[in-house]
């Protein structure tokens, strides 16, 4: 579904990404984990067509098209969707005007006529049930206000309502209590077909214990220093990074 | 060069039917004309116009309006927003058309409401006691004009203590025949002590003509009495708009204004307002949104002379193309007034790099113990919220269109009147969106 090969990215004149390659195949979880500063999130964003972040080197594909050359909308139409690190508020616009927006986008996108705001609030209805949200957050501004845990359960909202292909959840578990992480990952395994693919980059092995991964990558200084099974993440619970980075 | 504007409007001056103005009003027309003819046209020299051009205004020489075609009811109520039960009074070009007009609820509720014409014959003394009084005209050229041409208005009269739930609504519209005139119409309340009332004021176009509109409000604001002025300026994008509306408080008074514009060539609006009562408040909220060549000018002008009185100002524009708009908040604390608090902020998002914004506060505060704020803001969309909208589906147009929208939500939301806040929510929207589902 996706295939990363030798990525090279920067911000402005700092390079990041320093040739990532990673492939995922549908029906696949990877966790994606390391260090703070590593390029985590550059790497989510880029796959997610983040125009701060340019390409220098490398390619991806993703469902045999050169991603790269997408649009983010046109990206995310075709299936890809990030849970961010950091969602954004948007004051003034409602997360139900926001959620219909994104939702009929991808039907026209898909030649499907639009639903209307009535047909919208009935889908929402059980939308909602996944992630175990108050209905009143729909009036709300996008993310305006929200707690933290507000923000990522949003974000797993937004998710259930646009059912991608391939689902990348930055840190979706950062912020959580353990209520609500039990609530989120277990609506990102309901979410969970043969035919789509999750990335869950995460400091926590906790989180892993619910959305269970199927390979552990460990990125480092814009790197992938190690791969491995779901273990690799007991391990580096247990021993930290230092070993895979080296004694800087 | 043009002859001075003296010479060019004494004779549409000359011509204005005057039989039935009593002396004092002849008197009065005739000392606002001598003043206008001695300011003439303010320049960009004169402090208050500094970032305004008035040189297309002053380049023409505008006619009086004399006919109107016959708009119907249906073709006006399209063209504005509100309720369109909403009791109202309709003017074309300047003139009251009582067969477009409906007063009767008004009338029944307990508010005198009268064109000027009429007062002026049925309650000169009430006339004589107001009109002018607010509204001076000394140093200020447009007012003068005004008060020299005004030919038709309005008189609100609001009694004591009275309750009215039911906003006026007062059209102004320009038709076909308004090209190349000059249009001053006259808005006069009085809000008696503890009354409370709601205005609207359109002024819409229904052709693209070329005209100037100068219009003057005079609002008398009693003791413990709330009133909401709303001024919806959507002229035709070829005419030129000059609206000034002077307000006096009194003790524990509320006024509250709400100014739209997104019309005309050229437009300029003044807020005005004293307080003098005590704890008596204030608040000014605009939206400005212009494109193309357009320029939009708010000044507003909040005169703190009574003590522990408050104003609340938030302005927001949305500039694109070309356009240029402007704002020059003026406060002014006297040193009688102790305990003033004072908040006003201008908010402008520019969406093309060619549009440009002017802000200007001003703040003269003369007594010790006050609280006054300002703070002005010029942006662009935020990238980021448009890659988060982008990155959900929405394509690049609806994504700006969206946060353009959102930027104005909040300013949109002190209107209290839901149908007008519905109804300029749905323009303003519209507007960004081409789309018409909100
Ligand atoms: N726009 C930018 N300009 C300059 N440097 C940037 C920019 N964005 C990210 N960086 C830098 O790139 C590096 C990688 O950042 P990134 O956010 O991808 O890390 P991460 O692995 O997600 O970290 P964390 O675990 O703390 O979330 C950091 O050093 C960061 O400061
Ligand atoms: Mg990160």
């Known amino acids: 579904m996706l295939t990363i090969d030798n990525l090279h990215a920067n911000a402005g004149d700092k390079a990041i990404l320093k040739g990532i390659s990673l492939t995922v195949n549908a029906g696949e979880v990877h966790a994606i984990m390391g260090p703070n500063g590593s390029g985590k999130s550059t790497l989510a964003q880029v796959i997610a067509g983040h125009p701060g972040f340019e390409v220098t080197k490398g390619s991806i594909t993703y469902v045999g098209q050169d991603l790269l050359e997408m649009d983010p909308e046109v990206r995310a139409q075709q299936g890809v969707f990030l849970a961010f690190q950091y969602p954004v508020e948007i004051p003034g616009v409602t997360n139900a005007y ?116 199927d390979f552990v990558h460990v990125l480092a200084g814009g790197k992938i220093v190690k791969s491995g099974g779901k273990e690799l993440a007991l391990e580096l619970e247990a021993k930290g990074y230092d070993w895979l980075v080296g004694t800087a | ?117 009429a007062a002026i ?68 309340v009085v809000a008696e002590p503890l009354s409370q009332f709601n205005i609207v004021e359109s002024f819409v176009s229904l052709n693209g003509t070329e005209y100037f509109t100068n219009a003057v409000a005079e609002i008398s604001v009693g003791d413990g009495a709330r009133l909401h002025h709303h001024k919806v300026q ?49 608040r000014l909220n605009g939206l400005y949104l212009v494109d193309g060549t357009q320029h939009a000018d708010h000044q507003t002008w909040v005169e703190h002379i009574a003590p522990s009185c408050a104003s609340r100002e938030l302005y927001k524009g949305i500039l694109d193309g070309h356009a240029h708009g402007v704002f020059n908040g003026k406060v002014f604390v006297d040193p009688e007034a102790q305990k003033t608090d004072g908040k006003q902020s201008n908010h402008v998002l520019l969406l093309s790099p060619t549009a440009r914004v002017d802000a200007k506060p001003q703040l003269e505060i003369f007594a010790d113990d006050v609280k006054c704020t300002h703070g002005s803001t010029v942006g662009r969309l935020d990238e980021l919220a448009l890659f988060y909208m982008k990155s959900r589906g929405i394509g690049d147009e609806n994504s700006r269109a969206l946060l353009t929208y959102a930027f104005a939500a909040d300013v949109l939301e002190t209107v209290e009147l839901d149908a007008l806040r519905n109804g300029l929510e749905r323009i303003a929207f519209e507007r960004f969106t081409h789309s018409t589902q909100l």
Request: charged content about 20%; some cysteine.
């Open chain 1, 98 to 213: 926001f959620l219909r927006s994104a939702y009929n986008e991808l039907r026209k996108a898909h030649g499907k006529e639009e639903m209307d705001p009535m047909e919208f609030l009935d889908l929402m209805e059980q939308k909602l049930k996944v992630v175990d949200m108050d209905p009143a957050m729909l009036q709300r501004s996008v993310n305006a206000g929200f707690s933290g845990g507000e923000k990522k359960r949003n974000e797993i909202l937004q998710m259930a309502v646009l059912e991608p292909k391939l689902a990348i959840l930055d840190e979706t578990d950062s912020g959580l209590d353990i209520d609500a992480l039990r609530v989120v990952a277990g609506g990102v395994n309901a979410l969970k077909r043969p035919d789509n693919a999750t990335i869950v980059v995460t400091h926590y092995q906790r989180l892993l214990n619910h959305i269970v991964p």
């Open chain 2, 234 to 282: 959507r002229e035709s994008t070829e005419a030129f708009h000059v609206g000034t509306v002077q307000v006096s408080q009194g003790r524990n008074s509320l006024f509250h204004s709400f100014s739209y514009a997104s019309g005309a060539a050229l437009s300029r609006t003044n807020i005005y307002t004293r307080l003098l009562g005590e704890a008596a408040e204030t």
């Open chain 2, 121 to 188: 014959k049925d309650t000169p003394e009430f006339v004589a006691d107001h009109l002018g009084k607010l509204a001076t005209f000394s140093a200020q050229a447009f007012t003068a004009f005004n008060t020299a041409f005004a030919q038709d208005g309005l008189v609100v009269h609001v009694p004591r203590s009275l309750v009215v739930d039911l906003p006026l609504h007062i059209i102004h519209v320009a038709d076909a025949q308004a090209a190349g005139c000059m249009l001053h119409p006259r808005l006069l």
């Open chain 2, 1 to 117: 060069m043009n002859a001075p504007a003296a010479t060019r409007y004494a004779e549409a001056f000359g011509q204005l039917d005057t039989a039935a103005a009593p002396p004092w009003l002849a008197a009065l027309r005739t000392a606002a004309l001598a003043e206008f003819n001695a300011l003439g046209f303010p320049t960009t020299r004169n402090e208050d116009w500094h970032f305004t051009s008035v040189t297309p205004i002053a380049d023409r020489t505008f006619r009086n309006a004399t006919s109107t075609g016959a708009p119907t009811a249906a073709e006006i109520l399209a063209l504005t927003v509100g309720d369109a039960s909403w009791p109202r009074a309709v003017f074309v070009n300047g003139q009251c058309d009582p067969t477009l007009s409906t007063l009767g609820a008004l009338t029944t509720a307990g508010v005198r409401v009268s064109t000027l014409t």
